[in-house]
């Protein structure tokens, strides 16, 4: 595929992306920092139904030979350092790398902050990536699966992980209805919290 | 319906999930985002420092492959669907979210755009280093069964949920 249209495609599933990142909320800093507090469930759950639909969907492509899969290799030390440190990052932020883009688009302004620290981010580590890839970060390993470990194919596993994500689903939501984590203004800015002082920041238009 | 504020996260979830068809069939690759920081980033800065690009990882990155600029066009695609759906519903936002006064226990918005900006440093450097992040490894590692993705999403939370107990106030 041409990389013109290759864009065109990206453009057009971004569109789409954006679309269910806005209309689910888990973009919001208080969906997302409220999921590291546990008290907002909205971003897992959105996340688990995400991966159980990827799941069903891989299972019949690559069940029936349509396409390959794209593991990436297990390399545990720099999952775990590379893990937690995004993590820190994604309370800190508020986001992640692709809903800091959906925040840019719905009027955070504070995004674009985050925004050009994550292209700093990216460049700091380029620059210490042929360092780092003599370290311990560096090192690489097999391109491991579950099914494989277990001796399953692939879409079995993959059938067995959407069951039981959906039951999981099932459980979190008879304990916290979604409609409860939003708040009134769907930001996850829930009424359990001291009120909100007014201040000039939040009376200012977005754009 | 598109002009809703809010959509049931299951979903949301389900529309997400989806994309990994277009991504597999048409692109050969799975859902991601944080590949992209590095290829506009390398961009940025080889106009500054054009030995940058003798870096392999990042002439890798930059290279005018399908892959690199779907996912660029994928990110900016992000920004665009979410304005729409903003525009739709009318669910405008402030400058900056009402939590973050409770999270930072500050009013200032300069305070608050120097812990984003960390925030994005941190962000991107770990996601590099782990070589995913929530998409990569989240969204299409799970999905795909890999164990070493399960391992950075397992780390992931360990490390947001102890930023945001230990750094952050309550929201």
Redesign the interface.
Known sequence: MSVTLAIAVGIAMGIVFGFALEKSRVFEPGIIVGQMQLRNFIMLKVFLTAVATGAVVLAVLNGFGYVKLQPKAAAYAADIVGGLLLGAGISLAGACPGTTLAQIGAGYRDAFFTLVGGLFGAVAYSYAQPALAKTFLGQSGPKLIFSNVFGVPYWAGALVLAAVIVVILVGLEAWSPWRGEMGKDVDGDLPASPPARKTSTHAQPAE | MLA????????????????????????????G??S???T???M??SWIDPS?LK????AR?VA????N??????????????????KL?G?????????????LGS?S?AK??????????????????????????????????????????????????????L??R??
């Open positions: 809703r504020q809010a959509w049931s996260p299951y979903l949301a979830g389900v529309v997400i999930g989806l994309l990994q068809i277009p991504a597999f069939l048409l692109i050969e690759t799975a859902l985002a944080s992209s920081y590095v506009i980033g390398g940025f800065a940058i870096i392999e990882y990042v990155h005018a492959t399908g892959k600029w779907w996912q660029v066009a994928l990110v900016i695609g992000i920004a665009i669907g979410s304005f729409v759906s903003m519903s669910a405008k936002r402030a400058a900056i979210s009402p939590i973050w006064q409770r999270a009013t918005p608050r755009y120097a812990v984003a900006f960390i925030g994005g440093f941190v962000l991107l450097l770990g996601a590099r280093i782990a070589d995913g992040c929530t998409s990569g490894h989240g969204l299409s590692g799970m999905a795909q069964l890999a164990v070493g993705s399960t391992v950075a999403v397992a780390a992931m939370f360990a490390g947001g949920i102890a930023t945001a107990m750094l952050l309550r929201i």
